[in-house]
């Protein structure tokens, strides 16, 4: 039944109404479904792993969270009784918040990292075609997020004072317009970009514009703050005329926009895809003075670890798959950030709650997003290069590993946060909280680095992942909160309790830390075929 | 030899600021087979790509079988088969899966191309092989698969960028007959290469490019006599300053001692 329905689907799709408004849109309708159908291909056989709209499991995963997270506010809206227009705008700006972020993230993907481009890049394909193909899979993501974000709240809506009935159609639609709109417009921005940006720093701009979206969720609030202020001391002073034409010119200015955008994106894709692939800064790799490193060797795993911390240091701001996406942590790190800074005259030792009481937490969530994607980069396929390593030095490179994240995101912080707060709150009570938090800190990283996968950036990015992330990261802020609480209530009652935990926590992690870098060194070793064999590609490489 | 499929003027490219490409001309007639040279770096690849249509050039004008590039990229694509240096594939297509691909993007009717496929698989002794996904395929089976990709659809012009990679002496054997036969039907074939006596045997005419500048253009008689050398490899040496290369294998030795 469901395949007869495909094929009737699929019939209807590929009829002749289709080709000819592919056709008025510019778009080659034979070229367009035999990239279709490739692109699907692709996907099925693992080749495509890093596009959310050609994942059907991270994408029913992530809708069902959708799914449940946004029936309770719904319900939880609707218990508030609310007015049906506010009730029915918190929805839509829900969604187009949620969309905005996905769908600039997914065309970024697309279109800045296009590694098909290459193989594609000499055949007779239009940039439309291209672009249109590549696009598509932003519409099975509006079929699968939109509904999970507004089913429940639509139908809900109902029982709020003075809902007509057709109330869940009229939101539904409303909800897949907005979600249209914030299709064209992402596709529009990156249209935009492609134009304007020189192809080799287009990489490096999209993976801004992610963070602006991300940043700008986080200052909508204060936004909002200003906005009636400037409505009475703008628009109140306007007549009612003009007020009408500013908005039509505003509408007009978007869609003009927006169709222009669409139109630069398509016209010469191809001609920029093998600039865009192999862009990159043209600013020569800094070296570290050589007397540093050896310090570092020495601690941590001689030669090996030390190749470990270098390969590491460097790959970090290069590799684009791991900084996409640790770069959506960071407007929750400058918002925590922010958050401790109005803290600092709170010691956390004053029996009152101080913003100080979350530092030594944020290492765990930082360390979370740093370790679940440190094992996934773009350039996978140099993995090679470790297998040549010789028996032994795995287990050396994971001391490295540890080397680099715990001196570069444990010790440097720690340093900086006691050269600042030792004057605040005096040297004692500093070094006190400071041993303390980095003892949890690396008792965090112990943890966490049983996340890593493999060697680092040598494995194939995946979407699956990725888009349980989120998820992961809301469940430990509630394992974080309630170890705050804890800390709070009966470690930070006097200095004594706070040295004793320090010491308990500080032995767990050293101990934690020695388990998981066995564990590393043997994944490594697995991941890389060393172990199970299983890495025929790897070794054929080496054959032939 | 026949009217000029490609007209390559006072061509520049640039990679951001690093220029590659200096006000580079020249013009490719039908039927002829050139040798592109030149030391890794030269900017053979770049030019490869402008006249495939991959790249657009920084300045200058460029044009093949009478389409001016980057605008009519499309046209120009249909006219050309292309062999990249890189065996850039996708990995979890079978060859045949990417022979039909490539041959359906072109247009090529599906009995012809089936044909065709059939044909240059057991040219190629691939035939076997044809089911099994390219990420099982050795180097040397991809760049056929390469070849016979950008043979599929009859291009009048042919770009081969290293074809001989990874090949064995057999299917290297087969490839340089079959660029003589390709050229004796009247297709033009740029030829990239480093290993310069079989540029020496097949090519009509030799481009050689050096940080960016076209040094020398002739046929390798012609280079020979102008530069009083017996070989194209002495050519080749002479005109790129490859004459340090002793000193620089001496140094590298020098630095293993240490």
């Given at each position: 039944m469901k395949a007869m329905l495909n094929r009737l689907l699929r019939r209807i799709l590929r009829g002749p109404f289709t080709a000819r408004l592919l056709k008025a849109c510019g778009v080659n309708p034979v070229h367009y479904w035999l990239l279709v159908d490739l692109f699907g291909r692709l996907s099925e056989r693992n080749e495509f792993m890093t596009q959310l709209g050609r994942s059907g499991i991270a994408l029913k995963t992530m809708a069902w969270f959708y799914f449940v997270f946004l029936s309770a506010v719904g319900i939880i809206l609707v218990f508030a009784r609310l007015s049906l227009p506010f009730y029915f705008s918190i929805f839509l700006g829900i969604t187009a918040m949620f969309l905005l972020a996905l769908l600039i993230s997914e065309t970024n993907n697309s279109l800045v990292n296009p590694e098909d481009g290459l193989v594609l890049a000499h055949q007779p394909i239009d940039g439309a075609t291209y672009t249109a193909a590549k696009l598509s899979h932003l519409v099975r993501i509006l079929l699968y997020v939109v509904p999970a974000l507004n089913v429940v709240p639509a139908l809900a809506g109902l029982?709020?004072?003075?809902?007509?009935?057709?109330?869940?159609?009229?939101?539904?639609?409303?909800?897949?317009?907005?979600?249209?709109?914030?299709?064209?417009?992402?596709?529009?921005?990156?249209?935009?970009?492609?134009?304007?940006?020189?192809?080799?720093?287009?990489?490096?701009?999209?993976?801004?514009?992610?963070?602006?979206?991300?940043?700008?969720?986080?200052?909508?609030p204060q936004g909002f703050r200003f906005l009636p202020r400037i409505r009475s001391s703008v628009l109140l002073a306007m007549p009612g005329w003009l007020e009408v034409l500013l908005a039509v010119l505003a509408a007009v200015v978007i869609v003009a926009s927006v169709i222009m955008g669409l139109r630069s994106l398509s016209v010469d894709y191809m001609l920029r895809v093998s600039s865009i692939v192999h862009g990159s800064s043209s600013a020569p790799g800094r070296s570290r003075p050589p007397r540093k490193a050896s310090t570092v060797s020495g601690w941590f795993g001689g030669q090996p670890g030390r190749a470990a911390f270098k390969f590491i240091l460097q790959m970090m701001p290069r590799e684009w798959h791991f900084i996409r996406q640790v770069a959506a942590f960071v407007p929750l790190l400058i918002f925590i950030s922010i958050w401790m800074a109005q803290g600092v005259g709170v010691s956390p030792f004053s029996r009152h709650f101080s913003s100080w009481h979350v530092f030594p937490h944020i290492f765990g969530l930082m360390f979370y997003m740093i370790c679940s994607v440190i094992s996934y980069g773009n350039n996978y396929k140099g993995s090679w290069i470790f297998l040549l390593a010789p028996a032994g030095a795995l287990k050396r490179f994971a001391h490295g590993v540890f080397g680099l994240l715990w001196i570069g995101f444990v010790v440097v912080p720690h340093l900086i946060a006691f050269a600042f707060l030792a004057s605040l709150w005096g040297v004692g009570s500093t070094a006190v909280f400071i041993a303390y938090s980095l003892a949890v800190a690396s008792f965090y990283l112990g943890l966490t680095l049983r996340l890593i996968e493999g060697v680092p950036f040598t494995r194939q990015p995946q979407v699956s992942g990725n888009y349980m992330m989120l998820p992961m990261l809301l469940a430990a802020s509630v394992v974080i909160a309630g170890a705050v609480a804890l800390q709070y209530f009966f470690v930070f009652r006097s200095i004594l309790a706070v040295l004793a935990v320090t010491a308990v926590i500080g032995t767990a992690a050293w101990l934690l830390t020695r388990s998981s870098l066995r564990r590393l060194a043997e994944i490594m070793r697995f991941t890389l075929g060393l172990v199970s064999g299983e890495s025929k590609f790897l070794y054929q490489e080496i054959i032939t | 030899m026949g009217s000029c499929i490609v007209d390559f003027s006072q061509v520049v490219?640039?990679?951001?600021?690093?220029?590659?490409?200096?006000?580079?001309?020249?013009?490719?007639?039908?039927?002829?087979?050139?040798?592109?040279?030149?030391?890794?770096?030269?900017?053979?690849?770049?030019?490869?790509?402008?006249?495939?249509?991959?790249?657009?050039?920084?300045?200058?004008?460029?044009?093949?079988?009478?389409?001016?590039?980057?605008?009519?990229?499309?046209n120009v694509k249909q006219h050309i088969g292309y062999v990249p240096e890189a065996a850039v594939l996708f990995e979890s297509l079978?060859?045949?899966?990417?022979?039909?691909?490539?041959?359906?993007?072109?247009?090529?009717?599906?009995?012809?191309?089936?044909?065709?496929?059939?044909?240059?698989?057991?040219?190629?002794?691939?035939?076997?092989?044809?089911?099994?996904?390219?990420?099982?395929?050795?180097?040397?089976?991809?760049?056929?698969?390469?070849?016979?990709?950008?043979?599929?659809?009859?291009?009048?012009?042919?770009?081969?960028?290293?074809?001989?990679?990874?090949?064995?002496?057999?299917?290297?054997?087969?490839?340089?007959?079959?660029?003589?036969?390709?050229?004796?039907?009247?297709?033009?074939?740029?030829?990239?290469?480093?290993?310069?006596?079989?540029?020496?045997?097949?090519?009509?005419?030799?481009?050689?490019?050096?940080?960016?500048?076209?040094?020398?253009?002739?046929?390798?008689?012609?280079?020979?006599?102008?530069t009083h050398q017996s070989t194209l490899e002495e050519v080749f040496r002479k005109l790129t300053d490859s004459d340090r290369v002793d000193p620089a294998v001496a140094h590298i030795l020098s630095g293993l001692r240490t």
């Open positions: 029982w709020l004072p003075g809902a007509p009935w057709f109330y869940p159609f009229l939101h539904m639609g409303a909800a897949f317009a907005v979600g249209l709109l914030m299709a064209l417009f992402s596709c529009a921005l990156f249209g935009w970009l492609i134009r304007f940006v020189p192809a080799p720093r287009l990489k490096t701009v999209g993976k801004w514009m992610e963070l602006i979206v991300w940043m700008s969720f986080i200052w909508l | 490219f640039s990679y951001g600021a690093a220029e590659v490409l200096h006000e580079i001309s020249f013009k490719l007639k039908r039927g002829e087979v050139i040798g592109l040279l030149g030391p890794n770096g030269a900017g053979k690849t770049t030019t490869l790509k402008i006249i495939a249509g991959v790249l657009a050039p920084g300045r200058g004008r460029v044009s093949v079988a009478g389409f001016p590039l980057p605008e009519q990229a499309i079978t060859g045949q899966e990417f022979l039909e691909l490539s041959g359906r993007l072109h247009d090529v009717e599906e009995a012809v191309l089936q044909t065709r496929i059939e044909n240059i698989l057991e040219s190629f002794d691939l035939t076997s092989n044809r089911l099994r996904r390219l990420e099982s395929y050795s180097k040397g089976m991809r760049q056929k698969v390469l070849i016979a990709a950008a043979l599929l659809h009859n291009p009048d012009l042919i770009l081969l960028d290293e074809p001989l990679a990874g090949l064995d002496v057999n299917a290297g054997i087969m490839i340089k007959d079959l660029i003589a036969a390709l050229a004796a039907e009247g297709r033009t074939i740029v030829y990239s290469s480093h290993v310069l006596d079989v540029v020496e045997k097949v090519c009509h005419r030799v481009l050689i490019i050096h940080n960016g500048h076209l040094i020398a253009d002739g046929s390798a008689e012609h280079l020979k006599v102008k």
